[in-house]
């Protein structure tokens, strides 16, 4: 099994709102698609349970939510994995960075700082801060803090997100197990000045988020069939990462080779254009 670079790291598409805007900044034109992001103010309490949600962060989340500069809800998406595989890469997204990171050179980087909380950087001059603020098996809410500081210093946006993604496991009538879910992302622009550059570039952002949401969630699908194709690798990766911890490390790894798919692959996958070059 190939795959192209093309699709983003988990949840890594938060960063490229800011990029959005430094494009709209610049003049690019672009033409709004159907089916544009909706602004219709959302009740908070119907997205996500607030009342399971930490006091500390409660009025954060429900803020971003009711008044978000951006929403929008990518479709469903149901694909072939075992509920337990895809769960552990979903809650651990530095382990699910790890391995995309085998497979070619990218500067993104990813690490725990706190249990459920993570930093990460672009390497293009955008951090932020993910923070798994309600967890259970069918719906993941992470409320996330992205900066974005221009490689010259002219630019500098801060702005927040909350990322609702929800799941479902059904076997289908053949046996086989089944996930689907949805990716939902509210976006907010706190940096002063941003109303003057969402006004004249807002078709790109919205574009760029539509892309970026849907590709997250397709992200998730492609690391769950690479991993249930090529279990060695995905395991000797995960064996090498100083940084997450052993019981984690094992759990994974028999997590893998439990539910390794029938005719799996003791290789490595590869990307396209390593086929090509090949």
Aim: hydrophobic content about 40%; some cysteine; overall charge positive.
């Amino acid at each position: 099994m190939t795959s192209t670079r093309r699709y983003p790291p988990v949840f890594s598409f938060a960063p490229t709102v800011a990029i959005a805007i430094v494009i709209a900044v610049a003049g690019t034109a672009a033409t709004p698609r159907a089916g544009a992001i909706g602004r219709t103010p959302v009740d908070p309490a119907q997205v996500v349970p607030l009342d399971q949600i930490e006091a500390q962060r409660r009025d954060e989340v429900a803020d971003v939510i009711k008044t978000a500069t951006f929403h929008y809800q990518a479709p469903a998406e149901s694909f072939p994995a075992n509920p337990k595989l895809y769960l552990s890469l979903l809650n651990e997204p530095s382990l699910t960075l790890a391995l995309w990171n085998d497979l070619g050179a990218t500067p993104a980087r990813l690490q725990r700082i706190a249990p459920g909380m993570y930093q990460g950087t672009d390497g293009s001059g955008t951090t932020a801060t993910w923070h798994f603020v309600y967890r259970s098996p069918t719906q993941h809410v992470l409320l996330c803090w992205i900066e974005y500081q221009s490689p010259r210093g002219k630019i500098h946006l801060n702005g927040r997100l909350v990322l609702n993604v929800r799941s479902a496991f059904y076997r289908h009538k053949s046996g086989q197990l089944l996930v689907q879910h949805s990716v939902e992302a509210f976006v907010k622009i706190d940096s002063k000045g941003w109303r003057s550059i969402a006004k004249m570039g807002r078709p790109i952002i919205e574009n760029v988020i539509q892309d970026q949401v849907k590709e997250a969630g397709q992200f998730i699908s492609l690391m769950c069939r690479l991993v249930e194709m090529y279990p060695v690798w995905a395991t000797r990766v995960a064996v090498d990462q100083t940084d997450l911890a052993d019981d984690l490390k094992n759990k994974f790894r028999d997590l893998v080779l439990k539910h390794r798919r029938p005719g799996s692959s003791s290789g490595r996958p590869k990307l396209l254009n390593e086929t090509a070059a090949s």
